[in-house]
């Protein structure tokens, strides 16, 4: 890639899906993995090399920018699916970093292949899933994953990651801690069962099927059904800015949870156990009891339907929705003693 390629002072607002305003000082955009390979090679010769550090973007659908960024950010634009293996009960579905993860999905349900029709319609790219194992309705990326290759930033070298070198957690993986900023993921490989295991416990899922009165839902059911769901609950970003799910949902303890139930006793506190010790609150219900949901501060609030979304009414600095997101986490340390964590990457 001819040093051209590097843009300098370019702005970020049509690369973020809160629509904030922001500039990166050097910006590119890579189109092969020789792209990428060339500019490690440059940062490398070059002692002092303006291009450093390194950020890689996808659909920037999990990011706020609260200030400009000073080094180059990478536009990751490697695209290509295909079918890779074709066993006796699975396939391996392989899809470039820089592919929607909607079109990846889309294509899966297309074929009749299994295992992330729960996902549709999640903002974003195929390079971005597995950094915070995206999930809904009951799925999560590591449920199908099967590897992943990267190329390291500081000496240009590739590395096949599979499902045990990630470390998967809830919106985790190694590359939010140990790893984070050291890779770009250039592909991502998907182990898709042949034999359809259906995931509809989800309860808005069993209640559409239910309404729409379907005896034997089949893959293209569920991808459409979470889509209307998602459509109808979470503000689209091409109307109103926005990153999905804000913060995480916060696990606390059994004993952190009676406490809190005999603090309020008249609220029906909604509840996940995931063992006799953690128990998963819906952020959401937190927020919305401390009297955000759907408020608005300046062009900055919370989204009517849904008070886990942050949202951008127009003109909103990232800065002023650092803010929010800082008053919004106080409220609910203040009520519930609980420490809600950021979902996205604030930079
Ligand atoms: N709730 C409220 N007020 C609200 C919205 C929800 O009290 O305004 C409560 C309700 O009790 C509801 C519960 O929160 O039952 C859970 O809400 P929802 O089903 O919408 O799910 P969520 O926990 O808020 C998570 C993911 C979403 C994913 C949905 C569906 C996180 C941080 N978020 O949201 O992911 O789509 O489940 O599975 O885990 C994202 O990560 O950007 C994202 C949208």
Known sequence: MP???ILENVSLKPYNTFGV??????????????DLYTIVKLNQKTANSPYQPIMIL???????FAKNYQGLIIHNALKGMAKVKDATDYVLVKAYGGEIWNDLVQFCIHNNWSGIENLSLIPGCVG???????????????DVFYA?????LATGKLRTFYHNDCQFAYRESIFKKELKGQYCILSVTLQLPKKAKLKTNYGAIKQTIAQEGIKKPNIADIGRIVSAIRTQKLPNPKVLGNSGSFFKNPIISQKAFTQLQTQYPSLN???????????????????????WKGKRVGDTGTY????????NHGKASGKAIQQL????????????NIALQTEVTIL
Not at 21 to 34: D, E, S
Not at 272 to 284: D, F, H, N, R, V
Request: net charge positive; aromatic share 8%; with cysteine.
């Open 269 to 291: 506190i909604p509840n996940y156990p995931l063992s006799k010790k953690e128990i998963k609150i819906p952020a959401a219900w937190l927020i919305e009891q401390c009297g």
């Open 304 to 311: 009517k339907n849904h008070a886990l979304v942050l949202v």
């Open 58 to 64: 996808g659909g920037g659908s999990n990011l706020l």
């Open 128 to 142: 971005a899933a597995p950094i915070q194992n995206i999930g809904a309705y009951g799925v999560e990326l590591k």
């Open 21 to 34: 305003v922001a500039k990166t000082r050097y910006f590119a955009t890579i189109k092969t993995i020789n």
């Open 3 to 5: 040093l051209t390629n």
């Open 325 to 336: 997101s800082k008053d919004i986490q106080a409220s609910v340390w203040q009520k519930f």
């Open 148 to 152: 992943l290759e990267a190329m390291h």
